[in-house]
């Protein structure tokens, strides 16, 4: 599928329809006189105006009017088939499957959940439960900032319709936009996106046959904005596929992934000029990174996403940043303003697809931590990075403390490290969803220690045994204290111990520490300067450290990984998921009471990610990987790298 990148022209739209039944059955011929793929062709039109070419074809046409002239010269295929599946060339779905993995844009309409096409690039059976009794269909936006629901009513109603019903036996979307309900209580997935390879894909069911759904204004417009969305050259005419080359597959549909693209790094940024970033998130957090960008000279705030706009403007004002472009959708914001970097800052469950938004439109992302829910999710994410060749860098920021290069310092003094303890002891009440979460503490909070404990041992761990618990004063739901004890590579001990129900003589938020290494000790409370004595209780100093903390830190070192080029900033995905497994599995083995291996846990989300990643791309760069423990740790982070001078 051709799409010249840059080139400001129409959206290229080819509406397919068997136009079997306008053929035969007199009522549906009254509805659609001129047949559906007509009237659909027409609605698309209608809405998008100059900005698409919709032209029409049926099932009787030359290999359905499906030939490779005609599919690359395509930008979106919209598709609707009922009674003919059977009769489509299994020669013409191959040709359509591999425009689709290359970047054609497809709109799958209706019954054509049980298409050919549909069928092959899901991978499942695809069935469902429906009845044709004139039922009323509510359709339910469940992600109003989907640029597909953009201008429709919540909910559209359709007074009569087909019931299509659960299970619906398709891959787990990548985004749900909308859900029916039906007069009988049933409930439907009624508009589900999905990638695959290049190719982005749109199901939305209302539209039977039998009844004149595609005259409805509501339906009319969601197909436009899945045209719009699903087109690979976007709304003003710009490419959205990361690679200009069509991916090499298999039989199967599995892309082979080019070996080069695993030593493809993000190009350096030329001259000094402020870095133009887009932060998505404007929450209590979002707002603390909001400041930092107003005191950095090195990035400039060129726009700003949430969920409630208006939250996102109050934000913005607050924080010194009146001007800056706002907008709900990310997606559409890069089509607006011109940006250099992206900075995630929204919740934990949208993480992934933020970070790979961003990431397929050819920007680096500063993800806040956790990277992700699950090391699963993580080792997705990783393979985005390495297909596009851009840098994910995840904000540890309580690496970012001076008094923190001052200890490093002075440990490089006290030579091998073998243990290391933090305590940490807090009492606050937070409320809300903490309050309610199984192991808060240990999801939560411990990260940050457990991801420091690699910072001062320079390695990482191989094992971990952890009780996890419950104080009976406890005003947390879950566990809110634990002990826990990793074993690393070298043969160092970190053991953490750690309470969030701990009510006076409270440690930092950074915790304290006690290192002992063969030539002497080191302590650090986590607010002030440490401390070091050598083995014969001589002092030991080092020199302060002078970098920007926190949130500044961090900002600072993925500037300067984007401006020069380094793709193994602290923080770069392929470590940072090593410290997300050291929390997984210890809350494995407070579940489980026993040792349990870093690498089990690896290994475990290796094959889940295999299992369950849907994006074809994705899975190929995963299943390229020579083992998930040759890839991820802080040993590693060179994947992007070898290779380039």
């Known amino acids: 599928m051709s799409a010249a990148n840059g080139a400001s022209r129409p959206i290229r739209v080819l509406v397919w329809g068997e136009n079997v039944h306008e053929q035969v059955e007199p009522h549906v011929a009254a509805i659609y006189p001129e047949g559906m793929h007509t009237t659909i062709a027409e609605g698309i039109a209608e809405y998008l105006g100059d900005g698409a070419v919709v032209s029409t074809t049926t099932l009787a ?77 509510l359709v339910w936006t469940v992600n109003p900032t989907h640029p597909i629901a953009r201008g429709v009513p919540n909910p559209i109603i359709i007074d009569a319709q087909e019931m299509y019903g659960e299970f619906f036996d398709i891959p787990a979307p990548d985004e749900l936009v909308f859900i029916s309900s039906f007069t009988g209580g049933e409930v439907f997935r009624s508009g589900c996106t999905f990638r695959r390879g290049h190719g982005k894909i749109f199901f939305f069911s209302p539209g039977d046959q039998d009844y004149p759904v595609y005259h409805h204004a509501d339906v009319r417009r969601v197909i436009a904005n899945g045209v719009e969305w699903v087109s690979p050259i976007g709304r003003r005419g710009r490419s959205r596929c990361c690679c200009a080359t069509r991916p090499t597959t298999s039989s199967t549909g599995t892309g082979t992934p080019d070996p080069s693209r695993v030593t493809t790094k993000s190009p350096p940024m030329q001259g000094s000029s402020p870095l133009r970033v887009i932060q998505v998130g404007a929450g209590s957090m979002g707002r603390a990174w909001l400041h930092n960008l107003a005191a950095s000279p090195d990035v400039a705030l060129v726009g700003l996403v949430d969920l409630d706009v208006h939250v996102a403007r109050q934000a913005a004002e607050e924080t010194g940043h009146r001007d800056v472009a706002l907008d709900s ?17 929204t919740i934990p469950a949208a993480h992934r697809s933020v970070s790979e938004l961003a990431l397929r439109s050819g920007l680096p992302v500063l ?24 840098l994910l860098m995840v904000s540890q920021s309580r690496r970012y403390w001076r008094q923190l290069e001052t200890l490093r310092g002075m440990l490089g003094q006290l030579g091998t490290i073998g243990t290391v303890a933090c305590s940490f002891r807090k009492a606050p009440h937070f409320g809300g969803f903490r309050e309610q979460m199984p192991y808060p503490l240990l999801v939560d909070m411990a990260i940050h220690q457990f991801d420091l404990s690699r910072v001062l041992i320079d390695a990482d761990p191989v094992a971990v045994y952890c009780e996890s618990y419950n104080p009976s004063w406890s005003w947390f739901r879950g566990d809110a204290a634990a002990e826990v004890v990793f074993e690393f590579a070298d043969g160092a001990r970190f053991s953490f111990s750690g309470s969030w129900c701990a009510a006076g003589l409270e440690t930092s938020w950074n915790g304290s520490w006690s290192i002992n290494a063969a030539g002497g000790t080191a302590a650090w409370d986590g607010d ?118």
């Open 528 to 645: 002030n300067a440490p401390m070091a004595e050598d083995s014969e209780g001589g002092s030991i100093t080092a020199a302060p450290g002078a970098r920007p903390e926190q949130i500044a830190g961090s900002l600072a070192e993925f500037v300067a990984a984007v401006r020069t080029g380094n793709p193994r900033p602290a923080g770069e995905v392929h470590s940072n998921i090593v410290s997300l497994a050291m929390v997984e599995a210890a809350i494995a083995s407070a579940e489980q009471r026993r040792r349990v291996s870093i690498g089990e846990i690896l290994e475990h989300a290796y094959d889940e990610a295999l299992r369950t990643e849907t994006a074809v791309d994705l899975r190929a760069v995963l299943a390229s990987w020579p083992s998930v423990h040759e890839v991820i740790g802080q040993r590693k982070e060179s994947i992007l790298t070898e290779g380039v001078s």
């Open 367 to 390: 993800c806040e931590k956790p990277l992700a829910e699950t090391v699963s999710t993580g080792l997705s994410m990783a393979a985005a990075a390495e297909l596009t060749g851009r």
């Open 329 to 345: 959708s990310l997606e559409i914001l890069l089509e607006r303003v011109p940006a250099d970097a992206v900075v995630n800052v």
């Open 61 to 137: 046409e030359p290999e359905h009017g499906l030939t490779e002239a005609v599919l690359s010269d395509t930008d979106v295929l919209v598709w609707w088939g009922h009674a003919a599946h059977g009769d489509v060339s299994d020669e013409v779905v191959e040709r359509v499957h591999q425009h689709v993995l290359s970047g054609l844009g497809l709109i799958v309409l209706h019954s054509g959940h049980w298409s050919k096409i549909f069928g092959k690039l899901m991978g499942t059976s695809c069935t469902l439960r429906w009845r044709s009794e004139q039922d009323r269909e």
